[in-house]
């Protein structure tokens, strides 16, 4: 046996990826991604701007950038959105300069958006990760937005409707997750293996922002 010393073969470093998790209103992207990040898996959960007023259970600067109408107009102006959209009255707007710089650090970037978001992230973004998530049923659904109690009964009809075309758009995305009621450990580990899936392709994604 030789005494010459054996080093091993470095496994060559994969790219950063951009993760694009969406699906209709009520399906629990938030709570979803909240998950991810309580089981301490290491990625970058991009926090999006809105003008929407806060829910009695969300956190400023975590669950999203509680903003004016005002300051959001002065980002966009800017130039500071990688997309934006105008959901149910109210402005959304995720950081191109958040993405970039989690890129820059080789840390794999999450970013929770409406189905309209996504198809604009995938105009600029090919190469990102499109994970839809799907509700047991459109019975489960409604139930969770009732659970919500955060608006009146039209404003919901209006989800559901928006809801239904919104489950159309589904096959556009590379994977697809039911989100099962009291099944977020499954949801966040599902997403998680995604991801892992995706850093193991022999050509891997080179995400570009």
Same mark, same amino acid.
């Given at each position: 046996?030789?005494? =010459?010393?054996? &080093? ?9 990826? &951009?993760? /694009? ?5 009520? /399906?629990?992207? #938030?709570? @979803? ?11 970058? !959960?991009? $926090?999006? *701007? ?5 829910? +009695? *259970? ?7 950038? !509680? ?13 500071? !959105?990688?997309?934006?959209?105008? $959901?149910?009255? !109210?402005?959304?707007? *995720? ?8 890129? +820059?650090?080789?840390? #794999? /970037? ?22 839809? &998530? ?8 409604? @139930?969770?937005? =009732? ?15 928006? +809801? ?14 039911? *989100?099962? #009621?009291? +099944?977020? #450990? ?13 850093? &193991? ?9």
């Amino acid at each position: 046996m030789s005494d =010459r010393e054996v &080093l091993p073969i470095p496994l060559p470093q994969r790219p950063a990826l &951009l993760i /694009v998790v969406s699906g209709p209103s009520g /399906v629990g992207k #938030d709570a @979803a991604l909240r998950r991810m990040s309580e089981m301490k898996y290491q990625f970058h !959960f991009l $926090v999006t *701007n809105t003008t929407r007023p806060k829910r +009695a *259970n969300e956190v400023d600067g975590v669950d999203y950038h !509680f903003i004016t109408k005002e300051q959001f107009t002065e980002m966009e102006q800017r130039g500071e !959105f990688l997309e934006r959209a105008v $959901v149910y009255g !109210f402005d959304y707007g *995720n950081s191109r300069s958040q993405v970039r710089a989690a890129l +820059a650090r080789g840390q #794999d /970037v999450i970013m929770r958006i409406d189905v309209q978001g996504a198809a604009t992230i995938k105009k600029i973004v090919p190469d990102a990760v499109f994970v839809f &998530l799907l509700p047991p049923s459109m019975e489960a659904l409604e @139930a969770r937005l =009732r659970r919500r109690r955060t608006e009146p009964e039209e404003y919901l009809q209006i989800r559901l409707h928006a +809801a239904r075309l919104e489950m159309n758009e589904a096959e556009k995305f590379d994977y697809l997750i039911v *989100n099962e #009621d009291d +099944a977020l #450990d499954e949801t966040a580990q599902s997403i998680r293996a995604i991801i892992e899936v995706e850093k &193991l392709r022999a050509m891997p994604r080179r995400v570009v922002v």
